[in-house]
């Protein structure tokens, strides 16, 4: 089960349910990967909708990574995902949001 306080959100990939986490290793590699000089600058893009499938795919590999689970951006992109496009893309984007939410108070 994917505990949100943790930043973790589940997604369904082949059938295969996984736990995506950006942990700060995930998120550097992300940020390399996408050629940002800040992290911000992605996460405007998400809260704007101006974010590109390249992006959706960056996203959730590295949180894949971050989970535990060595799935590359290339055969995730040929995966099956229960929900499609829109399931996707609403983990990346809930993902993006857990990560960077202040910590909830005991």
Do not use: C, W, Y
Not at 4 to 23: M, N, S
Not at 31 to 44: N, Y
Not at 67 to 96: F, H, K, P, Y
């Amino acid at each position: 089960m994917a505990n949100p306080l943790a930043g973790e959100v589940a997604l369904v990939v082949d059938g295969q349910r996984h736990i995506l986490k950006l942990t700060l290793g995930a998120l550097a590699e992300l940020e390399a990967e996408l050629g940002e000089g800040d992290l911000i600058s992605l996460v405007q893009r998400f809260e704007t909708g101006r974010f590109s499938s390249g992006d959706l795919l960056a996203l959730l590999a590295a949180g894949m990574r971050g989970g535990g689970a060595e799935m590359s951006r290339q055969t995730l992109a040929t995966a099956g995902i229960d929900g499609g496009v829109m399931q996707a893309a609403s983990v990346a984007a809930q993902l993006l949001a857990l990560s960077f939410a202040a910590p909830v108070a005991p």
